[in-house]
């Protein structure tokens, strides 16, 4: 099947790692295949019990995920591969599966496609089979299907394709069994190899036939002869390259083959098949195949299946009420984000700070220096509880919330809304989607930039992410809009208020990202926007109780726990600054009084520029530390209301144009320690780290340094 390893017999490893180590040599490599949206990772869920996470979305596979399961007494490796439309390696999802297919050792290929359009989804199909003689066929989302009066004969195409084709619905576990069942029986080479071979035509026929026998000389047996004679053909310059790393030579410099190739193109070019037409002539074939083979296998009782989303679409992705509509959801995500995390956030911290006294008495009881339970207890202890107190409830609300978006299939008609938005910035459409990843946490954002097939694009989405507020922001912008701005209104209408600034804030960090975008396209990282096919899913109803569990333990308990690993180090740090004393002062004090001069000519103060510095391991702890510099406890300090901390920044020389630097400055500044790490390792750069921290600096710095100077100037403050 595929393609051999080295002719000496001995095992061949690509260089991208692709292939998967077996335990023994019983245990069988599954690849599972399909095109975006398929339902392709919940079947690996399914199959697995691994808890990857799913969307209703295009692209969300990026990397290969493995798992295991047993069926029949055999240990199956299932391997989710990126989804891709097609195996012509025009992105970097496609050319991740393709080298799987061909190099990865998998013992069979499962091709999950969507039963409610299942034409578009035979072209991936036809492409598979032509690299392996072992692809089974998995009809996904029968349900869904049903639901819309569609009908397909699964033994009919079986017998047109000449492979296994089962049907399942694999949010419900239906068919599943019977995929193992087939992928079984072509692992262990009992079940049917395909018989269905592409012709595409005489020309081109005759062409493969030239080059195939020079191809079967150069190579060792069993690599798939045709369709490699095929690509050498069609001089794919993506597959020559995994060929020469796979093979371990450049098969074009073999005079044989390098022979049989022109004379293929010359003989192509004689029957008027020109090199650029080649490509588009074999596409066409396979599309045609697969509507031959779907016509009449494949049923629409009525031809308006698709009408409910249609008419839903007109208005979701409406120019005119595509934005307002999408605004009016954030809006209403944060509001019940803002209004539902209040009464837990307040029980949560009551619960983790009532238990420093009983900390602090055992330090004593052991007889350990204060220092030392100072370091532990008010330092890292407290620090952790601010930080699981502030993020916890409000991610346990935005995350599921925003999940259920993912599987309801909206996002994708963000990305659509928003796609002409980023062309003029001459960014990529996608580039909303890993946008809206950054709500949650923009470290998430930066890893979802994988989806992003032009590395120019994907580093211009990497590098502006921090620009949408992380979860970590929201406590210090909440908390400064309802002191300072909807506080004044008060009671019933103080969260409308306070949702209505904050949703405010987020355009704003919108807009930033678009002309940040446009900026790095007109300078460091000149191009024009790429071209992308943006697959708008089916509507769907979403498995609330799984979203619920999978957001909270998936997303929530994930960033939290990653956000109190760094937190809690820095805790010790910011304790240490603080009871450090140079005469009269704490260090942290000195700090503060060094960068005051500076802090106030961009419309803030020395304090509040070292809690942002303080900060970047963790931007929840930015309020805390605020507190604390004002107060010179020495230790994190909470407030019973936001009252009594307005009281303390008035009292520290706070006005409405503090707040509001403050706020700027909040949403544009650095991104904390975790993004920038990540940024490290997606980029496997130490200067596109560097600049993915000094862009939003600067950027800050500019923007809140013109709205201080120009309010001081126009004589508002």
Not at 258 to 280: F, M, N, P, W
Not at 521 to 530: H, V, W
């Amino acid at each position: 099947m595929g393609l051999t390893s080295a002719s000496t017999g001995a095992q061949v490893l690509h260089p991208s790692g692709l292939h998967i180590e077996k335990e023994t040599e019983k245990d069988r490599v599954i690849a599972l295949a399909g095109n975006p949206n398929v339902g392709k990772s919940t079947v690996f869920n399914a199959l697995t019990g691994m808890n990857q996470h799913t969307g209703n979305w295009p692209g969300k596979t990026v990397v290969n995920a493995q798992g295991r399961c047993r069926h029949k007494d055999t240990n199956f490796i299932l391997v989710d591969i990126p989804g891709t439309y097609s195996l012509m390696a025009n992105s970097e999802e496609e050319e991740v599966a393709r080298d799987f297919i061909c190099f990865g050792g998998a013992d069979a290929v499962v091709v999950v496609a969507d039963a409610t359009c299942l034409e578009r989804n035979l072209n991936l199909v036809l492409q598979t089979m032509e690299i392996t003689d072992r692809v089974a066929l998995c009809v996904n989302l029968m349900d869904e299907a049903a639901k819309k009066d569609i009908l397909i004969n699964l033994d009919l195409l079986s017998s047109r394709l000449g492979i296994p084709v089962v049907g399942t619905a694999a949010r419900s576990g239906e068919g599943l069994d019977a995929v193992m069942d087939a992928v079984k029986g072509l692992a262990d080479k009992t079940g049917p190899a395909h018989s269905l071979v592409i012709a595409y035509g005489d020309q081109i026929e005759d062409a493969i036939h030239q080059v195939e026998p020079a191809v079967v000389a150069a190579l060792p047996a069993g690599a798939n002869t045709r369709w490699i004679a095929l690509k050498l053909i069609d001089g794919d310059k993506s597959l020559m390259d995994s060929l020469d790393a796979y093979f371990g030579f450049d098969l074009m410099q073999n005079e044989g083959v390098s022979r049989a190739v022109k004379e293929a193109r010359r003989t192509l070019g004689e029957s008027g098949i020109a090199e650029d037409q080649l490509r588009s002539k074999i596409v066409t074939k396979i599309v045609n195949t697969g509507e031959g083979i779907c016509k009449g296998a494949v049923i629409f009782k009525t031809k308006e299946y698709a009408e409910r989303d249609r008419k839903i679409d007109k208005i979701l992705t409406s120019k005119a009420t595509g934005i307002p509509i999408m605004i009016l959801l954030l809006f209403g995500i944060f509001w019940f984000t803002i209004t539902g995390a209040n009464v837990p956030s307040d029980l949560l911290a009551d619960s983790l700070f009532s238990l420093e006294a009983p900390l602090s008495q055992l330090f004593v009881n052991i007889g350990a220096p204060e220092w030392l339970r100072g370091m532990l207890v008010d330092g890292l202890y407290k620090t952790a509880a601010w930080v699981i107190s502030v993020m916890l409830p409000p991610m346990a609300i935005f995350f599921p919330l925003f999940t259920l978006m993912e599987d309801l299939g909206y996002l994708p008609r963000v990305a659509f809304n928003l796609d002409n938005f980023f062309r003029k910035a001459q960014a990529h459409g996608k580039q909303a989607l890993t946008m809206c990843m950054g709500f949650g946490c923009n470290a998430c954002g930066v890893i979802g930039c994988r989806i992003i097939d032009s590395p120019r694009e994907r580093l211009i989405a990497i590098l502006t992410n921090n620009f949408v507020p992380c979860n970590g922001r929201f406590p210090t912008l909440i908390a400064i809009i309802t002191m300072f701005f909807a506080g004044a209104v008060g009671g019933a209408f103080q969260s409308v208020v306070s949702t209505l600034m904050l949703t405010g804030t987020i355009v704003l960090g919108v807009f930033m990202t678009l002309m940040v975008s446009k900026l790095l396209s007109k300078t460091i990282l000149k191009g024009m926007p790429s071209s992308f096919q943006l697959e708008l899913p089916p509507y769907r109803r979403p498995q609330i109780g799984k979203v619920i569990v999978r957001s909270i333990f998936d997303r929530t308990l994930f960033v939290l726990g990653r956000a109190v690993s760094v937190a809690a180090p820095a805790g010790i740090v910011i304790w240490l600054l603080a009871n450090i004393h140079v005469g009269s002062l704490s260090l942290l004090a000195y700090c503060a009084g060094f960068l005051d001069p500076f802090g106030r000519f961009i419309g803030m103060d020395g304090y509040i520029l070292m809690a942002f510095i303080l900060g970047f391991p963790a931007n929840e702890i930015v309020v805390p530390i605020l507190i604390m510099s004002y107060m010179a406890a020495g230790t994190l300090v909470d407030f019973d209301s936001f009252a009594q901390l307005h009281t303390l920044l008035v009292a520290n020389g706070w006005t409405w144009l503090t707040a509001v630097c403050t706020m700027l400055f909040c949403l544009l500044h650095w991104p904390c320690g975790t993004t920038v790490l990540t940024v490290k390792k997606e980029t496997q750069s130490v200067k596109w780290a560097a600049i993915s921290f000094a862009l939003p600096t600067l950027t800050g710095i500019v923007i809140c340094a013109i709205v201080a100077n120009g309010v001081r100037f126009l004589g508002l403050a």
